[in-house]
């Protein structure tokens, strides 16, 4: 009997880019105590739970991208840009562990 090949499909999360409601929501989840904006620690939070390498890099980085009146944190105004700004990184559903969404 001859070996017939059948091609193996693989399929990978991964591949599956996040979207901008997602991006916001682990965004508000990571605004600890509720005012409303984001500060430093927050959005390193944020992108520690989106599987940063570098964090605390990361969240200065998207202050500088989204901060438009400089005080050092990203309000609702704001938000828009932080959230372009991490669609523009490529993060995707694969880089995501349930596990960092769980609130404490």
Same mark, same amino acid.
């Given at each position: 009997? +001859?070996?017939?090949?059948?091609?193996?499909?693989?399929?990978? +999360?991964?591949?599956?880019?996040?979207?901008?409601?997602?991006?916001?929501?682990?965004? %508000?989840?990571?605004?600890?105590?509720?005012?409303?904006?984001?500060?430093?620690?927050?959005?390193?939070?944020?992108?520690?739970?989106? &599987?940063?390498?570098?964090?605390?890099?990361?969240?200065?980085?998207?202050?500088?991208?989204?901060?438009?009146? /400089?005080? /050092?944190?990203?309000? %609702?105004?704001?938000?828009?840009?932080?959230?372009?700004?991490?669609?523009?990184? &490529?993060?995707?559903?694969?880089?995501?562990?349930?596990?960092?969404?769980?609130?404490?």
């Amino acid at each position: 009997m +001859p070996l017939i090949a059948t091609p193996k499909i693989i399929i990978k +999360p991964g591949n599956i880019p996040m979207t901008a409601e997602q991006l916001k929501g682990i965004f %508000e989840q990571c605004d600890k105590n509720g005012d409303g904006r984001l500060d430093r620690a927050e959005l390193k939070e944020a992108f520690k739970r989106l &599987g940063a390498m570098i964090p605390r890099w990361r969240a200065a980085r998207g202050l500088h991208h989204a901060d438009a009146n /400089g005080d /050092g944190y990203i309000d %609702e105004e704001e938000m828009t840009g932080l959230v372009n700004y991490a669609l523009h990184l &490529g993060y995707t559903v694969n880089q995501l562990n349930p596990a960092r969404f769980m609130r404490y």
